[in-house]
């Protein structure tokens, strides 16, 4: 079936995306100017970014639900610049040159660097943006309208700072602005839980309206109730097309070869793009449907935006968190809404600034804080203080530093703060030492981890340092992706001088072709004859056991499987004897975690003995000299459930299951079932029955090791010799867990006869 077209799925969510665009709009307008105004811009640049924001990088995004246009994180950068440069026409030339760059840097897959994010810090960076959107909008909420809509900054441009803010707030409410601004909130929480908030008709848009039509009520009530032009959405207003044209700023290429216009824009290219990779990275955490954003194919799109941007006298734009997080929360789907975003904002600029100019600041102050709760919720932090102070600190940190200081600084103060941990925990774990006990000796496995840098070196060097005398040593790098070349070195140098002078066996093994030391390996797991003899049935025993719990843990050997079957080419030396039943989900190599040439394997259905049975068992312990028999049943048996039924029904097995040799297999382990003690009646349940199986299961692995010392005289005299030990065994399906049953000591036999 062939996937969906990107033109079918933007249809599909056509409703979705342009109510959320409406959503984004409303949003993006005050943010539009007051970023503006914040950065010392004409207030129509803002919009113009905005513009060029959703119609040119929305398209070319490869983000779904991204959002760009004028970023708060820009405002000093653009404001020292303008300075810096003595104009505003003169900064657009640095605009367009910083845009170039990015595509540069796009196309050079500068983006890669996105990578490098922690996890800690994105949610950090998130989490704080949430919480200055709460602290920065409860002021407009209540009328108190100072600082421009969109200003971000703990210290602002007035000398003040968001606690002295919210501090006049106090003294200066507005009723009006207050009511509409209240009740927006209320509303917006009170739709979030109800079922409205399915409904095609966004909440936002609902507060918008109402607060516009409670405005005018309000002013005509008269004083204090009259909410006056400094508490609405101030869009300047031309009188057409020609006036408007006549408004727009352009670049003044006179400072084209200035120096200070380029490092003005190396600058703006810098933030703008470094803004961008973090804002993508962490809008990718906040879609539902979790996709990815190429990076460079973001780069590409923002540079292509402002180059148009600073041609058309419009602010540098990044993607921008704020407004992408309200796409999400509204329902976008697509980079559609993004798009239509950008053109409500040219439409509506032009054909209605005067209604738009009706709009009560203080209900998109409420919108605003209603998204900051989603991002800073309270679970978000108890999620990450769960994760541990490695997680948890850096996230704090992050969410501090941008508290005080802005977007980008705090960032890489919380970038910091997160690769402090990060060597920490390289400095303290860059290896894992795993001590193996093999059949042909103990094996240290020194694991590697995936990055190795030359801050891993000492504790290597400590680490080889402390390996006994005669040791084999497994340096095992097959899950590294990086291994500095002084590490190379000192492994290198390791195995060829300090290793031989204390007669220490290095393996290597996973070495990559581009690493400078190849993979080298003298060790193989094999059972050979001189271990065979020198074994004990105990010791067999014991093997299987500690073969079982490793499998259980996940903790299997290293085996180089490709020399094992070279090696065991030209002979076999088993330890033990293994009757297990067929069942493909009892694999006896993998639940001992035992290698090629360790064990015979007999497999047949209910793990049932008869005379070929015997014969192959002969054969494997006076002959070939295995050490142990071991009779392996298993829970959930089907055989044993078979022969149960029809032990029940009383039925003939051929005519049960038209199988003409199944009697063979079913009458053997129907001995195992105590007459009288089958369950029977209505009342007996799935898991009464499930027990009653195991149970001649267990009875049936029994019985066989019974029969296989009373029909086998050689198997007889080997155990009584204390050559060959005979033990039972039943494999949990659920667990993984071999439970060995009771079984008489090799060399007992006789004793425990009399």
């Known amino acids: 079936m062939s996937a969906s077209s990107p033109a079918s799925s933007s249809f599909k969510n056509l409703g979705a995306d342009l109510s959320a665009s409406v959503v984004v709009f409303l949003v993006a307008l005050p943010l539009c100017l007051g970023i503006a105004v914040a950065s010392d811009a004409p207030p129509f640049a803002g919009i113009i970014a905005g513009i060029v924001g959703g119609i040119v990088v929305g398209p070319l995004s490869g983000s779904h639900t991204s959002v760009s246009g004028p970023a708060a994180g820009l405002t ?41 994010f922690p996890t800690s810090v994105i949610k950090g960076l998130l989490a704080s943006i949430g919480l200055i959107l709460v602290l920065k909008q409860i002021p407009h909420v209540f009328g108190h309208d100072p600082d421009a809509e969109g200003e971000m900054s ?26 509409i601004g209240i009740a927006s909130f209320l509303l917006l929480m009170i739709w979030e839980r109800s079922p409205l908030k399915k409904s095609i008709i ?35 207003v031309f009188d057409g097309l020609e006036s408007l044209w006549g408004n727009l700023r352009t670049p003044d290429w006179r400072v084209l070869f200035k120096s200070s216009t380029y490092s003005a824009a190396l600058l703006i290219a810098a933030v703008a793009s470094l803004e961008t990779l973090l804002n993508i990275e962490a809008v990718d955490k906040l879609d539902r449907a979790k996709r990815h954003t190429p990076p460079d194919r973001e780069l590409l799109a923002q540079g292509t935006g402002n180059i148009i941007s600073g041609l058309l006298g419009g602010l540098p734009l990044t993607s921008v968190i704020v407004r992408s997080s309200v796409n999400i929360n509204a329902g976008g789907r697509t980079r559609l809404s993004a798009v239509i975003h950008g053109g409500l904002l040219l439409l509506c600029v032009l054909l209605i600034p005067s209604l738009l100019n009706r709009i009560p600041l203080s209900c998109l102050a409420a919108i605003l804080i209603a998204t900051g709760l989603k991002l800073a919720s309270p679970a978000l932090f108890r999620q990450m203080y769960a994760e541990g102070r490695s997680q948890f600190i850096p996230f704090i940190t992050t969410i501090t530093a941008i ?43 020194i694991e590697l981890a995936d990055q190795v840098s030359f801050l891993n070196r000492g504790v290597l060097t400590a680490t080889l340092a402390t390996i006994p005398d005669g040791s084999q040593v497994l340096i095992d790098a097959r899950k590294t992706d990086y291994i500095d070349p002084d590490v190379l070195d000192l492994i290198d140098e390791f195995r060829r001088d300090s290793a031989p002078a204390h007669s220490i066996r290095v393996n290597l093994i996973g070495f990559k072709d581009r690493y400078t030391v190849d993979d080298h390996v003298e060790y193989v797991d094999l059972t050979t004859r001189d271990i065979q003899r020198q074994i004990t049935p105990e010791a067999v025993l014991d093997l299987l056991k500690k073969g079982n719990e490793r499998f259980v843990s996940g903790h299997r050997l290293t085996r180089d499987l490709s020399r094992l079957v070279i090696a065991t080419s030209t002979g076999q030396f088993p330890l033990a004897v293994v009757l297990s039943c067929i069942d493909s989900r009892s694999p006896v190599e993998l639940i001992f975690d035992l290698g090629l040439g360790d064990a015979f394997v007999i497999r047949i259905a209910g793990n049932v003995a008869k005379e070929k049975v015997l014969a192959s068992m002969e054969f494997g312990c006076a002959v070939a000299g295995a050490k142990l028999i071991l009779v392996m049943g298993h829970t959930s048996c089907g055989a044993v459930k078979a022969a149960v039924d029809l032990f029940e029904s009383g039925q003939n097995p051929a005519e049960a299951t038209g199988c003409q040799h199944l009697d063979a297999l079913v009458s053997e382990i129907q001995k195992s079932i105590v007459p009288g003690s089958k369950p ?54 659920k667990t993984g867990e071999v439970d060995f049953l009771d079984a008489v000591p090799a060399g007992k036999i006789q004793q425990a006869q009399t």
Do not use: C
């Not at 404001?79 to 440069?85: R, V």
């Not at 040159?97 to 990578?115: C, D, K, T």
């Open 76 to 116: 000093a950068v653009v404001a020292s610049q303008i300075a810096a440069l003595g104009s505003y026409d003169a900064f657009l030339v640095a605009v367009v040159i910083a845009g170039v760059m990015q595509i540069g840097l796009g196309l050079s897959r500068g983006g890669f660097i996105s990578a490098f």
């Open 202 to 236: 966004p909440a936002p848009l609902i507060v918008v309206l109402g607060g516009t039509l409670a405005s005018a009520l309000f002013n005509s009530l008269g004083k204090p109730w009259v909410i006056d032009s400094t508490h609405l959405v101030q869009v300047p």
């Open 403 to 445: 508290f005080f200081t802005d977007l980008l600084i705090g960032t890489l103060i919380g970038l910091g703060t997160a690769i402090v941990f990060i060597l920490r925990s390289n400095y303290r774990r860059p290896l894992h030492r795993v001590l193996e006990h093999h059949v042909g000796g103990d094996l240290l496995r």
């Open 154 to 179: 703990f210290l602002q441009a007035d000398q003040k700072n968001t606690f002295t803010e919210l501090i006049e707030t106090l003294f200066d409410i507005q009723p009006g602005a207050a009511v």
């Open 680 to 733: 029977f009646g209505d009342w007996v349940t799935p898991e009464i029955k499930a027990a009653f199986v195991d149970s001649v299961a267990r009875r049936n692995v029994k019985r066989t090791v019974d029969y296989i010392r009373a029909e086998s005289r050689t198997l007889h005299e080997l155990e009584k010799a204390g050559k060959i030990r005979l033990v039972g065994a039943l494999y949990d399906l």
